[in-house]
């Protein structure tokens, strides 16, 4: 075979976090002899972030001992604590905040989420108001925690707000959830999931309030006291847990004439960004929490996934496909999956849940504890979610992959009648305290409109 | 030394849990909770777990970027 064309040169990779160290390791694997770099804002190399608001918060792990192992080495230059402050497409020149400019060949875009902060940014500062992103964010929480708070409150009831609740009932604290929406969780996996999670919530002592906002997060002396909700009502609380979902670090592209806003930077299946015209650039690529990407087991949907397992994989093909020739290239397809562990349960999906009308419970029951939850949308599989009974889900996987007629059959089933579909009650992402962890954002690269939330 | 599992994979056979149950442990019947960062004396039980998972869930490595330059 010839050698590839496109295996020398420069590449820049901006974010240094599981998407990032994946990408620079299959770039190696797969023949790149070229020049890469790293882009870090954060200090740190790469580190795992699951384990943050699971055994970290738990007081199980300490915060730096979340480093990611390598692959293989990648021969890199690590820039670590400096942010990328801008893109010249022209020049193809990455800007960094302190001034320097890495020239690149191919680029790859893996600068993930953040925090979305509390809107009042004077009670976000309050001694005791913390968000949960970074390791240095666990480590002070952590530590907050092993001081033992009289009450904490998590505002927003998603994955992550769910999890430190339920890190804080195995702690023994006592915890506060505030929801807009109708249930935790209901945001990623409708509503029938989202009873299940509120039931068990309360089951574990949690003080759960749906339908409400945090109106106010009140404070003495720069200290947080407590809390003021839409319904009239105050309760006292050491700790604030902000838990409203991500923001897409794409400002630092507002400039840079790619297709990228709070939704993230648009690609194609191979994941090389779109400009601001639609038009599919050849040597810019994105891949992780900031990609939006089409999926055509969503109807080429424009999907956004804030997932471990879609951070690996799409690195991967962006890897490959930044040092291959156009045959050569591959399409991202994987089905999206992820997991959540809470309240002693293990929670895991496939497929996407809120591409769905219908739900049906197709094995176990809320009762014991232990079940799996199937979506369909019109008549087809989309999704299956588990609750301890994880070794299913390859089954349903593969049901996903081949688009197979939803109810599923009843060889699924572990009852002589399986249950009868119901709505799957996907709320509007706008009346949720919790943005969605997968998002579907539309079929058009180039839609930068998006409705921006006051929160709370 | 550095783990990490893809959590995705596992499926909570615990055979990790039963050969390093220093590192892996499962929470409830079957969330697997685990150290990353693996203890000199641990290295061999971690590695041996690591050909053991039934899904091959598990990574071993050195710390990702510690020849940060």
Known sequence: MPAEPRSDGRIVIVGASLAGLRAAETLRDEGFRGELTLVGEEPHPPYDRPPLTKQVLLGRVRADDVGLPRRRAVEAHWKLGVRASGLDPDGKKVLLANGEHLPFDRLLIATGTRARPWPDADAARLDGVFTVRTRDDASRLAERFDAGPRRVLVIGAGFTGSEIASVCRERGIEVTVAERGPAPLVGALGGALGTFAARLQRAHGVDLRCGVTVTALKGDGGRLTGAEFSDGSRIDADVAVIALGAVRNTEWLADSGLAAGPRGVACDAGCRAFDMYGIVTDDIFVAGDVARFPHPLFEYQMLSLEHWGNAVAQAEVAAHNMISAGPHRRPHLAVPVFWSSQFGLNIKSVGVPTFSDQVVLAQGSPEEGRLVAVYGYRGRVTAAVSVNRAKWLEHYRRMIETAAPFPPGPGAADGPEPAAPVPSDVPDPKVLSHGPTVALTGHLPDRRLTLVRPGG | ?69
């Open chain 2, 1 to 69: 030394m550095q783990i990490v599992v893809d959590l995705n994979r596992c499926q909570g056979y615990a055979q990790c849990a039963f050969l390093a149950p220093q590192v892996f442990a499962l929470h409830g019947e079957e969330a697997l909770a685990y150290s990353p960062a693996v203890p000199d004396d641990q290295l061999d039980r971690v590695r041996k777990a690591a050909t053991a998972c039934p899904v091959q869930a598990i990574l071993v490595g050195e710390q990702a970027g510690a020849d940060a330059g």
